[in-house]
């Protein structure tokens, strides 16, 4: 069992960062894969990144490459998400995942955060 909880959303503007964390419980955090997704209001769930348990391999989806990294230290259960450049488009809730593997589909993914909003103004 694995319990997420993210942090560090908040309003910023249009070519601002920030850098949203996901705290896990449990001992076996090292041994899930971990994906960012986000869902805005009206919208389906949308992949963002995704990182292998090791940290070596990653998936972005296109619209965020080059503007987001997906880093993970597992000595501190947790994985971030690095959001540069923003845009009023990325204005969502995001949450992060546990799963098997870093796959693009929600599916892949057993555990599930809270989720932390996140809004880009113009």
């Known amino acids: 069992q694995v319990q997420l909880v993210e942090s560090g959303g908040g309003l910023v503007q249009a070519g601002g960062s920030l850098r949203l964390s996901c705290a896990a419980s449990g001992r076996t955090f090292s041994s899930y894969a971990m994906g960012w997704f986000r869902q805005a209001p009206g919208k389906g769930r949308e992949f963002v990144q995704g990182?292998?348990?090791?940290?070596?391999?990653?998936y972005t989806a296109d619209p965020v490459k080059g503007r987001f990294s997906i880093t993970r230290d597992n000595s501190k259960n947790t994985v971030y998400l690095q959001m540069n450049s923003l845009k009023p488009q990325d204005t969502a809730v995001y949450y992060c995942?546990?799963?098997?593997?870093?796959?693009?589909?929600?599916?892949?993914?057993?555990?599930w955060g809270q989720g932390t909003p996140v809004t880009v103004s113009s």
């Open positions: 995942a546990a799963g098997a593997g870093y796959s693009g589909s929600p599916r892949a993914y057993n555990y």
């Open positions: 990182i292998s348990w090791s940290g070596t391999n990653t």
